[in-house]
């Protein structure tokens, strides 16, 4: 079957050890920043890191930089916006560490509460210290060029260990098709992290229970087709780098921190 194939190209690399901690939740007042589904307020105390200018050009793409592809829709529900300047991205409402951007000045920062940065830590969750480094981690990763999907294979573990935290929680729906369901099945064994994205199709913002349906579907397999015939002309000619080789082989975050290295002509 289809999975039995991909198990054989598909290997587990380590993660580095990392401290683990805790954090206990904020008292939130319900002061100033509200979501599209829920209330999602920012403390008056909470403090910020040096801002950092916006790559954009106007306030227009300031006021979507929230927005797909850099945080596709599976992190969407997680965007809150305020009724003044200021917009957060936090991966819940109980959560200490954000990143907030200032319209009014085109600028972007880690936003924290500082009561529980101080705190102790308490295995095996994340220390809010901890994700507060994750949150500048992650901001210089975005202020690159890179997606979240791009971010979490190039950033450290404890990026795809906060988000994993979160992303246990979400219900992923069964496929109908049974090659698909079948693929599915397997890939949840690895406990992938979304936003994925696909460098053979040049797919982002794929969440984990859409990955399998992608790799069995058309797009996916008119690429792999052109992949074989760049391969088989490379085997007469190995001196010769043909368009898409270097789209062969996929890394893509799991929970755990560590990374699955995916091969996308031999895997399906």
Not at 28 to 57: G, N, Y
Not at 58 to 82: D, G, Y
Not at 152 to 163: D, I, N, S
Request: net charge positive; proline share 7%.
């Amino acid at each position: 079957t289809t999975h039995v194939l991909v198990k054989q190209r598909a290997m587990a690399l380590p993660a580095s050890q990392a401290s683990q901690g805790g954090y206990r939740n904020s008292q939130i007042r319900s002061d100033c920043i509200f979501s599209e589904t829920r209330s999602m307020p920012l403390c008056s105390e909470w403090k910020q890191s040096e801002p950092k200018a916006l790559p954009v050009s106007s306030v227009a793409e300031a006021t979507h930089f929230f927005s797909w592809p850099r945080f596709p829709s599976c992190l969407k529900s997680c965007t809150s916006r305020s009724g003044g300047t200021r917009t957060l991205w936090r991966l819940g409402e109980d959560e200490p560490v954000g990143l907030g951007i200032d319209i009014a000045s085109m600028t972007i920062a880690a936003h924290y509460d500082p009561q529980e940065i101080e705190k102790p830590a308490r295995p095996p969750e994340l220390a809010a210290k901890q994700k507060l480094d994750i949150m500048e981690e992650l901001l210089s990763q975005l202020l690159s060029g890179a997606s979240i999907s791009q971010a979490l294979v190039a950033a450290g573990p404890l990026l795809r260990r906060y988000l994993g935290e979160h992303q246990r929680k979400r219900l992923r729906k069964p496929l109908q098709d049974p090659t698909a369901a079948s693929l599915q099945a397997y890939l949840n064994s690895f406990e992938l992290i979304g936003p994925l994205n696909c460098c053979l199709c040049q797919a982002e913002g794929l969440e984990p229970g859409d990955l399998a349906a992608h790799l069995t579907g058309p797009l996916h397999q008119k690429q792999r087709d052109l992949l074989q015939q760049v391969e088989e002309t490379r085997g007469a000619n190995p001196r010769q780098q043909g368009h898409g080789a270097k789209q062969r082989f996929q890394v893509w975050p799991r929970q755990s921190g560590s990374l699955l290295q995916f091969d996308h002509l031999v895997g399906l």
